[in-house]
């Protein structure tokens, strides 16, 4: 049985040292993480920058007029990367709920195998498995193509899917259905009303993975889209490759944006009390 | 007013080699209170889980008024389970839970709304709506878990191990409220159990499972007064148990001849059972059914004083312990050590078989 919290009686003063730490270590976090994106910052405005130079010498809109300009793939891209990690989200969160509740909830012959079998791509290098599926694919006309991308990405998002979700499961009492069942609800109204609303954060830090991760795959994309489907990351290295730093920084900008957009519209899922029911403690 | 009938309703689990329900045949009257009463493991949740349609029986029927139900889904019976950790969804306010089951069958927000207040009056909860499941207590938890189960006007409430999470003021009251509710609903009620005096002070009818099979079913008297085996005696606090030969009216014991009323047993080895609070300790004037033994022990309860007394038993018996519970006030006439006479009146023994 939860209880509410005791509100607190005795206000304890935060040390002067304490209060050091906190800045410190909020310092830390300012300088480890966001200072990185300076030199991003200005490189994508930068036209002329040449060591030994502080800043640019020049500055120039040229690469933020590429990514928004028309007749660029830079918008292109993002769109296919939007609509692919979006898409494998969706798919590995059906794929993750059954399977999650499989392994979070029931006791069964050879479930640690199949356990091990989720896990295995992400020990096994994907270029080992991708060539054999590439060849598959090509079979079934799924190389070169959009849905083709969609489902080599969900090669290295679903082991993180169905372990959140296994781990979800984990700590849900089925018997919530039960109850629903007798009180008159439908299988699909036990599910919308009862399962839905217990899984969900776990729902949304499992998304937040599988998109990230869908989001920034490289390798994947690059063999079974066969250069006919450009993503972001795509786009960024024949950029990186091509030695244009401006472009690079203002689309590693774009790239980064989203992610950190996702982490934030879901940040309430991935801290305190919920966190624990994604599996991944306390942030 | 549904009678529900079990015909051989038996279940065996996968992988398990004896039936945690066992050929249950039980007769449950319409508008009535019955426990499933046992210890625990003894199949009386499984049973109550069939009745819901949780769980498939293997073999057997189940009817409502003579109809089959075992085809029809959980959420179809029309029969309610309130589970012993009340499950409130916790997503949900008070309110939206109670209104759960009218919601899943479609009625307008309005009906929803007013039946809950109606049902929250009911169950002595009015103005709890918009509280969270976690911030209100055990007892207010399971009076929103009684209240959600009755506002879909089940034909049957099935109630598992209602009281045993409650202390023992909120255990009264909680009772009363079954009780009333009840009556109000004459609602067929099956409620699981393994607290004897839980079952004796809620239900009209006791069915008493050991191992998955019945043993006894019928009102609380029949188990205090006519136990059918000394299994059941001793479940329902018998302790006295005196091995002897039956021949008519008279059995042959360690204590010697007792005389008896009992006649539900043939001739034979028999088992003599009396309840402590029916032995009548230090009385005179009786011939009969009379035994001295000494206070070994003596037990003061308040309300009432507790005694162990040995009884030496003829032909080369070993002693026979009898426990005797008498008014408070006597603990002082029977110290330790004291021999003591014993009246075992002959209409308060019940004869159970010899066991093998």
Do not use: K
């Given at each position: 049985m939860q209880k509410v919290a005791p509100s607190q009686s005795i206000s304890i003063k935060p040390r002067w040292g304490n209060s050091v730490g906190r800045w410190l270590a909020v310092g830390a976090i300012v300088v480890g993480?966001?200072?990185?994106f300076l030199p991003l910052l200005i490189w994508s405005f930068s036209h002329r920058w040449y060591f030994?130079?502080?800043?640019?010498t020049e500055w120039s809109l040229r690469a933020w007029r590429y990514v928004f300009?028309?007749?660029?793939?830079a918008l292109q891209a993002l769109g296919y990367s939007f609509v692919i990690a979006s898409a494998t989200t969706l798919l590995s969160i059906a794929i993750g709920i059954p399977a999650g509740r499989a392994l979070g909830l029931h006791e069964f012959r050879g479930k640690a195998l199949v356990r091990f079998l989720i896990l295995a791509p992400t020990i096994v290098p994907p270029l080992a498995v991708a060539m054999g599926i590439h060849i598959v694919f090509i079979r079934y006309g799924l190389a070169n193509s959009l849905p083709g991308v969609v489902l080599v990405h969900l090669i290295p998002v679903t082991p993180y899917m169905v372990l959140v979700m296994a781990s979800v499961f984990a700590n849900y009492n089925p018997q919530y259905e039960e109850q629903a069942r007798t009180l008159g609800a439908r299988p699909w109204q036990v599910f919308w009303y009862v399962t839905l609303p217990a899984i969900f954060p776990g729902i949304i830090v499992g998304g937040l993975f599988a998109f990230i991760i869908s989001w920034s795959e490289y390798l994947l994309t690059l063999l079974i889209g066969g250069?006919?489907?450009?993503?972001l990351p795509l786009l960024l290295f024949s950029f990186a490759n091509s030695g244009d730093n401006a472009i690079t920084a203002a689309l590693s900008i774009v790239f980064i944006g989203p992610a950190v957009l996702f982490l934030i519209l879901t940040s309430r899922y991935l801290t305190g009390r919920n966190a624990a029911i994604g599996g991944i403690g306390r942030l | 007013m549904t009678q529900v009938d079990l015909q051989k309703l038996t279940k065996i689990y996968p992988g398990?080699?004896?039936?945690?329900?066992?050929?249950l045949s039980l007769t449950m009257p319409s508008g009535r209170i019955t426990a499933l009463l046992?210890?625990?493991?003894?199949?009386k949740t499984t049973a109550l889980k069939m009745i819901a349609g949780l769980i498939t029986p293997s073999e057997g029927n189940i009817l409502f008024d003579g109809d089959s139900?075992?085809?029809?889904p959980t959420e179809k019976r029309e029969v309610v389970m309130a589970f012993q950790n009340h499950l409130?969804?916790?997503?949900?306010s008070v309110s939206q839970n109670v209104g759960f089951g009218l919601k899943m069958r479609g009625l307008d927000r309005h009906t929803i709304q007013r039946r809950v207040s109606e049902m929250l009056d009911l169950v002595r909860l009015?103005?709890?709506?918009?509280?969270?499941?976690?911030?209100?207590?055990g007892g207010q938890q399971q009076r929103v878990a009684l209240a959600r189960a009755l506002i879909v006007e089940p034909r049957v409430l099935l109630l598992d191990?209602?009281?045993?999470?409650?202390?023992a003021h909120l255990r009264g009251e909680m009772r009363e409220l079954i009780h009333d509710v009840q009556q109000q609903f004459k609602l067929t009620t099956i409620f699981v159990t393994h607290d004897q005096e839980e079952a004796v002070v809620l239900a009209d009818q006791i069915a008493l499972l050991f191992e998955g099979q019945l043993h006894q079913y019928g009102p609380p008297q029949a188990f205090y007064?006519?136990?059918?085996n000394e299994r059941v005696a001793r479940f329902f606090g018998g302790i006295n148990f005196i091995p002897g030969y039956k021949r008519g009216s008279v059995i042959e014991t360690g204590l010697g001849q007792l005389q008896c009323y009992s006649a539900a047993l043939s001739d034979g080895a028999v088992v003599v059972t009396i309840r402590p609070e029916n032995v009548a300790i230090g009385?005179?004037?009786?011939?009969?059914n009379v035994a001295h033994g000494r206070v070994e022990s003596s037990t003061y309860l308040g309300t009432h004083a507790r005694f162990k007394v040995s009884v030496q038993a003829g032909n080369g018996h070993p002693p026979l312990v009898l426990e005797v519970v008498a008014d408070a006030s006597s603990i002082h006439l029977y110290p330790v050590g004291q021999t003591v006479k014993l009246y075992l009146p002959p209409e308060k023994i019940w004869l159970v078989p010899a066991e093998d």
């Open positions: 993480l966001l200072l990185p030994p130079a502080v800043a640019p300009g028309d007749n660029t793939q250069g006919q489907v450009i993503t | 398990s080699d004896s039936p945690a329900v066992h050929a046992g210890p625990s493991g003894c199949g139900i075992v085809g029809v409130l969804f916790p997503h949900m009015p103005g709890l709506d918009d509280r969270r499941p976690h911030q209100l207590s191990e209602p009281l045993s999470n409650l202390d007064e006519r136990p059918l009385r005179n004037g009786s011939e009969i």
